[in-house]
């Protein structure tokens, strides 16, 4: 299937130690089995590097040669286009979860990145979580499982809304981005309890 080109352009220069910790990251979510192919970020508040972690996580497993969806399913508060620098016209999820785009090809785009596909946010909506706990986002991933060895799924910080959990019904597994010193120990097991009450299994904490 041919998809357009958008072109990322990634500003902030990564560090070894950085580098590193991403490739374990990588390896980590690949040993926790085949099964798990559609995973969600989330973390308790905005700012504890969600949105980065996303990003390098799905940067790194196409290098591994995974062909990858990156979803930025944050239609309350997205980071990509400004972060990323795209300057290309985009249809993105809100878009198509509204119908106003009908077919998923429209909203998916091939990077610059190896095997790396993405699909952005698209204009805010003014019922997010409506839209996102439809059965349409469910048969987007279905639909995407088929073609991606993976989607990795950056959703809005769990702490101030329920977006995260509501994805988390169509998800395998989720990981909870915790920023060192920021997130309250109550808190962050009052996000673990919610997203497992979706259903979604915890794979792990960075």
């Known amino acids: 299937m041919a998809y357009k080109n958008i072109v990322l352009t990634d500003s902030n220069p990564k560090d070894y130690f950085f580098e590193e ?12 089995g085949k099964n798990n192919k559609v995973i969600l970020l989330t973390s308790c508040y905005s700012g504890e590097g969600k949105s980065d972690i996303s990003f390098n996580l799905a940067v790194h497993l196409g290098k591994a040669g995974k062909k990858v969806l990156l979803i930025d399913a944050d239609i309350r508060k997205s980071v990509y286009k400004t972060r990323y620098n795209v300057q290309e016209e985009t249809w993105g999820l809100s878009q198509y979860l509204s119908g106003q785009v009908e077919q998923i090809d429209e909203v998916v785009y091939k990077t ?14 003014p019922n997010p979580t409506e839209i996102l706990g439809d059965e349409q986002f469910g048969k987007l991933l279905k639909a995407a499982k088929q073609v991606f060895e993976y989607v990795i799924i950056d959703t809005p910080p769990l702490g101030s809304v329920v977006d995260a959990a509501v994805i988390g019904q ?37």
Do not use: W
Not at 21 to 32: D, E, H, P, S, W
Not at 112 to 125: H, R, T
């Open 21 to 32: 910790a991403i490739k374990m990251l990588r390896t980590n979510v690949q040993f926790t």
């Open 112 to 125: 610059n990145y190896e095997n790396l596909y993405m699909i952005l946010s698209g204009p805010y909506a």
């Open 170 to 206: 169509y998800c395998d597994g989720a990981l909870l981005v915790v920023e060192s010193g920021h997130a309250s120990y109550r808190l962050a097991q009052k996000v673990k309890v919610q997203l497992e009450k979706s259903g979604c299994k915890i794979l792990g904490a960075v």
